[in-house]
């Protein structure tokens, strides 16, 4: 029965008595913060300051592009012939033409299928609410117009407040029920066609070349080994245990202790002796008076802690001590103890999916058997972690997540009485109210940008602190941690920033509404007397132009995102206020990582909105279904001429995106039945929400069982009666080599400086430059060699600064210059195949991949190494190994190894030396029992 006139215009809105004091005047507006007085002005305002800055944006960026190729298509200037993006015109517009026509599968040989994946999301959820804008609006703003018009309470009800379901009682709720089903119709079938094409794009994916080659596509990595297991054969009987058929090449993990430590240690001493160097030889012609000073680092056993010291020369002899501690650690690796975790490759991909698939349901000896991610992918420190740690770790971020939820509530409660309605402020400060009815059009526009514009700027600083917490979490690849970034992240901004912050006050409103009628009455009378679900449903309506207002404001976003203005302000102030060393100069020209965790949040957050308040705000939908309308083509350019997959995953995404969706669809399915059950109409309208709760389970269950084996193992046959169709020779994987922790490898990195202060540095340096060895210091393995001329091939370069720096021309601060240098490598490299040198590639060893012997090393005969008693040991693209034994490969492959065949680079060239890092470590052990006599000719 519809409530009286008198109900209507209480109900929604119960108070306390008013009193004069201010602390009474904070609970009240803490009651009902969500005022709609300035609701149409700011709706009108966001809408115009969203859609001008949006276009202005725009405009910018069609004007700036054709003259900035380095910050708006970096791609193009980077990627190798395969990778390059399709051309564009230098015309105002010429970048729409080929957006447009570029479709998903083009989309996955330039961009890889993260990149693709994403777009095939963006589009999803624009279709999704285009549709259902058609739906919703058709049956939702003429039923709530319609219902809140015959009722008289709402005669002076602006025109938001008339779009909400405020005055929808009876009969009329049955729309919300039938909308619902069509709701989730439409979602689940396009949640369905989805999974069935992604399925496709991943078995397109196990086929491709890339994949094939790769290494880690046929490997497998095992954790949690028992110490009795902790060797290389003892890895292969782990897997043994699931299938005895195979023949893999085992390998087990070396614990390298402090060496990564070391590493991160030289890295930021060599940083800050570019930075120092920079600003004190910022003007040659005229160096400061005074020399730079520092304080010692902490732990530094030459100095005590916090003593004042000459900053480059503390620097230098800091960076040398730390080398000569790297070299005695990587000497020293084979001292250290075997590590709970290990890899076992195998001859085919099929083999090792299919013993992936197996395993999947099984822990032999207690460990986890799972496809290997790359190598480049892996966080090697979290590797060593056995599952009480990984617990622990899990637990704690867990609850600091859930602590900084917890303690973000008070501020979000208070953007939500404050900014989210300034008359709540001027009702407190009487000055304020004054300017505020003074000149209302104004201060309407800027409340309707001010709270969504603080809130976006705080949630723009979350996915930062969230990626730092999950470090510690025990994630093993980084891929993995950025989908667990994106899990947290969307349920922090589903609970705080939409739950509290749409509910705040009517908590408030019903502790105080229960704490005055227990004076008259019981506790429980109290509770179910103040009408929760009433209130409840009131809350949504009046805080629902707030979340139109916020949905607006994301198309400003989006176009800001393609404007690149925050890069360009960047680049201007590093360049020409600061004093950029040449490596920052350098890194600001690189193609910058894409941020999937936070751009698929927003994504899921701003779709959960649209579903959770269509049926109180029918316009949120299509405000929505034009901001991923928009950003469709927008992101599709970005990411096709401007960013970068970090570290591709394949499409793992889809799962997390697809589980999401249903989540949100469950939640607006939710919120409609607690609608219904406000209104206290029919019960059979309750019991007919219910089966669709119901039906979305057994939709994923279908999903999963359908597609999920398909798009995870590229195999799943078994394997029985096929043993003689299996390889029987083993081919040489380097699996030591590729999955050995990068500490053991890693090239360091040399200090560069600009070369107008090359004839400086002998004195600048004190004595550091040249130490007679070589004509070169030790900074890194790769400076003592001795220079070449670029413009006489062969011939030494006499005008080679001898020391252990790297010079660098202003014409050559280009990422291009060093694209193929390590350090930069790992940063912005995309895992090297975007130029051509995929890191994890897999190739037999053939003669033209085997580097000839250099000075020093074995003797060799036909490209094949010996050692000093004859006996012959294989040799793996430079790498040479004791028999039975295996040591990671400190040199790196010319350029006539990689399979593009271009010549040699100016950043390859600097990857050789003429010192063996690993050169006089001994050889890792290696067991080869009796039954297993050719494990050792594996590695």
């Known amino acids: 029965m519809a409530p009286s006139q008198a109900e209507l215009l209480e109900s929604p809105r119960m108070v306390l008595s008013p009193r004069n004091d201010g602390a009474d005047q904070f609970l009240n507006l803490i009651q009902n913060p969500f005022n709609t007085e300035l609701s149409e002005k700011a709706f009108w305002s966001s809408l115009g300051y969203s859609l001008g800055a949006a276009v202005l944006c725009g405009l910018l960026f069609c004007l700036l592009r054709p003259y900035n190729g380095t910050v708006y298509a970096p791609r193009v200037k980077h990627a190798d012939e395969k990778h390059k993006p399709p051309p564009m015109k230098n015309g105002v517009f010429g970048w729409i033409q080929p957006v447009i026509k570029t479709r998903e599968q083009v989309l996955v040989d330039k961009v890889g299928l993260d990149a693709a994946l994403f777009m095939r999301f963006t589009k999803m959820c624009r279709n999704i609410l285009l549709l259902l804008s058609i739906v919703g609006c058709g049956v939702y703003i003429p039923l709530n117009i319609i219902e809140n018009k015959s009722n008289k309470a709402f005669d002076d009800t602006n025109f938001f407040m008339t779009l909400t379901p405020l005055g929808v009682w009876g009969a009329a709720c049955w729309a919300h029920v039938v909308v619902s089903y069509a709701f989730d119709g439409v979602i689940c079938f396009f949640l369905w066609s989805n999974y069935r094409a992604v399925t496709r794009l991943r078995r397109d994916y196990f086929n491709s070349p890339e994949y094939q080659e790769s290494l880690h596509s046929r490997t497998l990595m095992i954790t949690d080994i028992p110490k009795a297991y902790r060797t290389d054969d003892g890895v292969s009987r782990i897997v043994d245990e699931v299938d005895a058929v195979r023949d893999p090449s085992g390998i087990i993990a070396r614990n390298v202790k402090g060496l990564p430590e070391l590493l991160e240690e030289h890295e930021e001493a060599v940083r800050d002796l570019e930075g120092i160097l920079a600003k004190y030889l910022k003007n040659p012609d005229k160096l400061p008076a005074k020399r730079p000073k520092c304080k010692s680092q902490k732990g530094d056993p030459a100095y005590k802690p916090g003593t004042k010291v000459d900053a480059i020369d503390y620097l230098t002899s800091r960076i040398e001590r730390l080398k000569k501690d790297i070299g005695q650690q990587r000497k020293s690796v084979d001292n250290k103890n075997a590590l709970p975790y290990g890899f076992a490759s195998y001859q085919s991909i099929e083999q090792a999916h299919e013993v992936a698939y197996t395993a999947k349901k099984k822990h032999p000896q207690g460990t986890t058997i799972k496809l290997a991610p790359k190598p480049s992918d892996l966080i090697w420190e979290n590797l060593p972690l056995d599952r009480k740690s990984r617990r622990w770790r899990t637990f704690m971020n867990n609850l600091w997540v859930t602590l900084l939820t917890i303690v973000w509530t008070v501020p979000n409660g208070l953007i939500a009485v404050f900014l989210a309605n300034l008359s709540n402020l001027g009702s407190l400060w009487p000055a304020f109210q004054t300017e505020l009815e003074r000149d209302p059009r104004t201060w309407g526009a800027i409340q309707g940008i001010l709270a969504p514009l603080v809130t976006t700027l705080f949630y723009l600083l979350l996915p930062v602190i969230f990626r730092r917490l999950s470090i510690y979490a025990g994630d093993h690849s980084r891929t993995a941690r950025e989908r667990h970034v994106t899990h947290k992240l969307y349920a922090f901004f589903i609970f705080n920033n939409l739950i509290v912050f749409s509910l705040f006050s009517t908590a408030w409103k019903y502790g105080t509404a229960v704490a005055n009628a227990q004076q008259k009455t019981d506790l429980w009378s109290a509770i179910v007397g103040t009408d929760p679900f009433g209130n409840l449903m009131t809350a949504f309506c009046d805080v629902s132009p707030f979340w139109l207002n916020y949905l607006l404001q994301r198309n400003f976003g989006a176009a800001l995102d393609i404007s690149q203005l925050v890069k360009l302000a960047q680049g201007y102030v590093t360049r020409k206020l600061l004093n950029p060393t040449p490596r920052e100069l350098i890194e600001l020209t690189a193609p910058p990582p894409f941020d999937y965790a936070a751009y698929y949040n927003n994504f899921l957050y701003y779709s959960t909105i649209a579903l959770i308040f269509a049926p109180f705000q029918p316009l949120v939908l299509p405000v929505t279904a034009l901001y991923f309308t928009v950003d469709s083509y927008l992101k599709k350019y970005l990411l096709l001429y401007v960013f970068i997959t970090k570290h591709e995953s394949g499409g793992s995404f889809w799962r997390l995106l697809f589980n999401r969706i249903l989540f949100a669809t469950l939640l607006a399915n939710v919120v409609t039945t607690l609608f219904i059950v406000a209104r206290k109409e029919s019960l059979a309208q309750i019991f007919v929400m219910i089966p669709l709760l119901v039906l979305l389970a057994g939709f994923k269950w279908y999903c999963r069982r359908t597609f999920d084996d398909d798009q995870h193992f590229y195999s799943t046959r078994s394997t029985k009666g096929r043993e003689d169709m299996l390889p029987k020779s083993a081919k040489r994987d380097r699996v030591g080599v590729r999955f050995g922790h990068p500490a053991l490898y890693k090239k360091l990195m040399v200090p560069m400086v600009h070369a107008r202060s090359q004839h400086l540095l002998k004195d600048v340096c004190h004595g550091h430059v040249d130490t007679g060895l070589d004509g070169a210091s030790g900074y890194s393995d790769t400076y003592r060699m001795q220079r070449m001329s670029a413009q006489n091939p062969g011939q030494p370069n006499t005008n080679a600064t001898p020391a252990p720096f790297e010079i660098v ?92 065949g271009r010549a040699q680079t100016r950043g390859e060239i600097d990857e050789f030396s003429d010192v063996n890092l690993l050169g006089a470590a001994a050889p890792l052990g290696h067991s080869s029992p009796a039954r297993r006599p050719l494990e050792r000719d594996r590695l």
């Open 809 to 900: 021309n202003v014409a050559d601060m280009n990422f291009e210059h060093f694209r193929d240098h390590a350090e930069f490598r790992e940063q912005f490299g995309g895992d090297g195949e975007l130029y051509g040198r995929p890191s994890d590639q897999s190739r037999p060893g053939t003669p033209s991949t085997i580097r000839p012997s250099r000075v020093g090393s074995p003797a060799s005969f036909n490209g094949r190494p010996y050692d000093a008693d004859g006996t012959a040991t294989p040799e793996y693209e430079g790498a040479t190994y004791p028999a039975g034994y295996f040591r990671p490969s400190p040199l790196r492959r010319t350029s006539s190894e990689t399979s593009t």
